[in-house]
């Protein structure tokens, strides 16, 4: 039981996390691709020519463990500061003491954590000094550099892409914690291999989640009578109650999700589109915001070949109003799998764009008089409506009269496909086309 008193140590109080953090490469786990042996980042280091870096990915990869490892390796100063906490008064007096630190020949390499989260003021901010060499800036972001970092201070920085660690990884860091006097090393802890697992599976490539998991199973671990602490499987399990997928509703991550389910469905395939869509809803995704895509895919992407989708989808929009979530889940699960189970047809999107594009690109053409209504003797006298033909007056309901400007005559938008329901449409406009064709030949 006195071995739990390390826990009173400043020094191990710290979180787990903290207390193993890597001191060097060698110590370093993950990201072989780029600090593997020849690999470009490595390379860098050893020869003591790194430059300004963005480093992307995803939350608990080493983007910090990483630039302070540079730091002390390179010898340069290592300063660093919070996009969240930091203003642009602190960013001008960090940038000051590195000019009189590059002037005294010391190099300064400034680690920004979420440098996405800077206004561009701020990011302007570092323009001057990264070009003199004043500072070595090594910024680390979960968001796509190249929406995120202004164009300016990105075309200065290399960018290195640092990936979710592999199950293997963290099992390698897990049992490093155990052995660790850092970690666990000064106690006698049981834990079984498939509790390491079920931790590693669960921190989903992130090392702190892995890490912290692990010490709050250990903490709240029952002692026996040998001296040992046991690590109890329902309380693990409390633990990992929920699983941590990557996912930020105003990020990159949200587009590539919401993309994935649209182009599913697109491609018929009901299981992925189903996975996709309930990984949004675990990452908190609003369920109206789901319902709204669906809507649009209805018509965008299956359209006139099955014109119920839309009326599905809208449906289902109203279900998810009424019920919210949780109950909700099935509703949207039911018009991914129709909406992917439909017949295909972008014809009402490419007549869209195509009619878009005229309107954009070419004059304002007047409305043809035929078509305008003429209810003053004014009007009249100007032959509006005059050789208007009203369609239910005909045998055929149809008529030749042109209803396009003149300088579109004939255009044509909508070139329905042989899809569903969408076949029939095809044959019918191809009717209608072919019967005034021939009238205009009489």
Not at 4 to 19: G, K, V, W, Y
Not at 164 to 173: F, G, Q, S, V
Not at 244 to 268: F, T
């Amino acid at each position: 039981m006195e071995q739990l008193s390390l826990f009173d140590d400043r020094e191990q109080s710290a979180p787990l996390a903290s207390r193993l953090r890597p001191e060097s490469l060698d110590e370093y786990v993950g990201q072989r691709h780029l600090i593997g042996e020849g690999k470009i980042l490595q390379k860098l280091i050893e020869r003591d020519q790194v430059s300004s870096m963005i480093f992307w990915g995803p939350p608990g990869v080493g983007k910090t463990t990483l630039a302070r490892i540079i730091a002390k390796q390179t010898r340069a100063e290592f300063v660093e500061f919070s996009a969240v906490t930091s203003g642009i008064k602190e960013v001008k007096e960090v940038m000051n003491q590195a000019e009189q630190n590059r002037r005294m020949g010391i190099r300064t390499l400034l680690f920004t954590d979420e440098i996405h989260r800077f206004n561009k003021a701020q990011q302007d901010a570092f323009l001057p000094f990264v070009e003199k060499g004043s500072i070595v800036l090594v910024g680390a972001t979960t968001e796509n550099p190249s929406f995120e970092i202004n164009s300016a201070l990105l075309s200065r920085c290399k960018v290195f892409i640092l990936k979710a660690l592999e199950e293997k990884d963290l099992m390698a860091l897990l049992c490093h914690a155990l052995k660790s006097p850092k970690g666990f090393g000064n106690l006698y802890i049981l834990i079984e291999e498939t509790q390491l697992k079920a931790i590693a599976r669960f921190a989903n490539g992130d090392a702190r989640t892995a890490l912290n998991t692990l010490e709050m199973a250990v903490l709240n671990g029952k002692m026996n009578e040998e001296g040992v602490l046991c690590v109890d499987s329902e309380l693990l399990a409390q633990c990992m109650n929920r699983r941590s997928l990557l996912y930020d509703k105003n990020g990159e991550e949200h587009y590539n999700l919401i993309s994935a389910l649209h182009k599913s469905m697109r491609n018929s395939d009901p299981d992925a589109a189903v996975y996709w869509m309930h990984r949004m809803l675990d990452g908190g995704e609003e369920p109206l915001y789901i319902a709204r895509r669906l809507i649009r895919f209805a018509s965008e992407d299956v359209g006139m070949a099955d014109s119920g989708a839309l009326s599905l989808a809208v449906s289902v929009y109203q279900a998810c109003h009424f019920l919210g979530i949780p109950e909700c889940d099935v509703h949207l699960t039911h018009a991914v799998v129709y909406l992917s189970m439909a017949p295909k047809s972008n014809a009402l999107y490419q007549a869209c764009e195509a009619c878009k594009t005229d309107v954009r690109e070419l004059p304002a053409e007047p409305v043809p008089l035929q078509i305008c209504n003429g209810p003053t003797n004014l009007m009249k006298e100007l032959h509006y409506g005059e050789g208007y033909i009203y369609a239910h007056d005909t045998e055929e309901k149809l008529s030749r009269m042109e209803c396009l400007p003149e300088a579109l005559a004939g255009r044509r938008y909508y070139h329905p496909t042989e899809q569903g329901q969408e076949r029939q449409v095809k044959e019918r406009l191809e009717e209608i086309l072919r019967w005034k064709n021939e009238k205009s030949k009489a």
